[in-house]
């Protein structure tokens, strides 16, 4: 079964820094481009980052550049996201989601996505 | 970036009717279009992509038509699981990818 698993959420004050995980099983992880994707609390849904299978690229929303670090380590088929000077506005739950491709127009259709982690960021 | 923009932002529907929701975005995508689901408390779920393909163990009554810059998604006859919020995506001018913000489909 394709399955992925995040954790690492949690409450962080302003200006913090947090470290999400993410999981992958079932499938060839390099083979997949993986991405973040946020969603704020009673709001729609944000791309946040992505990286391609090999991890040679990686891609940011504007709103997150020189904040958010995406990476994975394909030897243990789990992508992260290494979050710093933390702002309210980066208050949601966090998915990550695996692309049909490892790279291309395709790497963004994401057809498996983890059930979410929470992170709030308040004082 | 391109903006995608759903309409309308609520619709009711009654079970067995048909249900149109619409999807435009600000510059061509293509064909490079996808829908998902999401049901509350839970993580969306790819329904379409390549603007009328539908994903893997998606029933029949879901369709999806457009190119360019306008696209709709068809629930055929309504059943009570499909009450739910719909996104559609583009991913054809990436980064970044840009969502839609949501047509929220609710019981007539």
């Known amino acids: 079964e394709v399955q992925l698993l995040e954790s690492g959420g949690g409450l962080v004050q302003p200006g913090g820094s947090l470290r999400l995980s993410c999981a992958a099983s079932?499938?060839?992880?390099?083979?997949?481009?993986m991405s973040w994707v946020r969603q704020a609390p009673g709001k729609g849904l944000e791309w946040v980052s992505g990286i391609s299978g090999s991890g040679g690229s990686t891609y940011y929303a504007d709103s997150v550049k020189g904040r958010l670090t995406i990476s994975r380590d394909n030897s243990k088929n789990t992508l992260y996201l290494q979050m710093s000077s933390l702002r309210a506005e980066d208050t949601a739950v966090y998915y990550c989601?695996?692309?049909?491709?490892?790279?291309?127009?395709?790497?963004?259709?994401?057809?498996?996505w983890g059930q979410g982690t929470t992170v709030t960021v308040s004082s | 970036e391109v903006v995608m923009t759903q309409s309308p932002a609520t619709l009711s529907v009654s079970p067995g009717e048909r249900a149109t929701l619409s999807c435009r975005a600000s510059q061509s995508v293509s064909s490079n279009l996808a829908w998902y689901q999401q049901k509350p408390g839970q993580a969306p779920r790819l329904l379409i992509y390549g603007a009328s393909t539908r994903a893997t163990g998606i029933p029949g009554r879901f369709s999806g038509s457009g190119s360019g810059t306008e696209f709709t998604l068809t629930i055929s006859s309504l059943q009570s699981e499909d009450f739910a919020i719909y996104y559609c995506?583009?991913?054809?001018?990436?980064?970044?990818?840009?969502f839609g913000q949501g047509t929220r489909l609710e019981i007539k």
């Open positions: 079932g499938f060839t992880f390099t083979n997949s481009a």
């Open positions: 995506q583009q991913y054809n001018n990436w980064p970044p990818i840009t």
């Open positions: 989601a695996k692309g049909v491709t490892g790279i291309g127009t395709r790497g963004g259709i994401m057809d498996v």
